[in-house]
């Protein structure tokens, strides 16, 4: 792209642990604009503005000012629990404020790809193919769903990315990211409760930005597509194989159960026990022409990335922030 003017991609919600991972992947090819609410937020070499979603003026502003090709919503309420607890503004931001986003983007032209989650379907021990209707067991999921729907619905340019979780550092020095709580309890030594009842597929966000830079360059319109790790863990063994690519002793972890709040008003199937998240990915490898990787290559391409860089940043809250 360096012989032609740089197309320029929005991201809503810079400052989340998504957002700010897919800002450093794409700004290396592509002009990118970052907002925020209501804290600001450096990242190097990318334009940042404090814009509120819920306000169609300032949706409006935005994408009218800078004009952007495509538009990345990031915006959401990606704790499980904390949406069971506040399920209005759980649905304001992952689904309402999206609203206003794709009307923008239809207005000028500009492509909006939503991020997604594993979370809008059941728990049931299966491979979820994109065809397969969402019958999530939680708020979380539910708010996901609902912004699918919307999107296929009334957006005449979209992408839509329905993903596993994705770990790594976020940008914000507010809050820390589960990879990074488990990265400060191994290196202080400290006891770790991990979960051991959701199995779901882990992914560095750096495939997330990969797989999207792919498939817009290939100028797709209009589609759903889902991006895991080939293999499906539970966090406590996602925690055991970091330690071992990390080279880290594993002999604080142990086995539990993190809150996951199940919506009483769930059509799904799942009857109880372990929660499956477990997708079929073959639509984006046969698309791609190449296979995702296993968790275990997730972390060693991780582990490259971060080599040389510094520790994660002490004294930080302890709000946890995991997609």
Known sequence: MENEELKTIMIFGVSSFVGSNLAEFFKRSYRVIGTYFKHPIFISGVTTIPCDVMTKEEVQLAIFTFKPDFVIYSVGLSSVYDCSKAKDYAEALNTIGLFNVVENCQRYKSQVIYISSSMVFGGVDKLYIESDIPDSLSVYG?????????????????????VCALYGRGAAPRQMTTFELLQNKIENGDSMLCDNNVFQGFLDPYYLGMAIKLIIEKGVVNRLFQISSTDFMTFYDFAKLYCKVFKQSDRSLSKGYWSFPIMSSSTSSWSGGPIFCKMDMVNLENYLNTRLPTVEESLKFTFQRFRGTEKIAKGRDEGIVFI
């Open 142 to 162: 539910k708010t996901k769903s609902s912004a699918e729907f919307f999107i296929q619905r009334t957006s005449l340019n979209y992408l839509i990315f329905r």
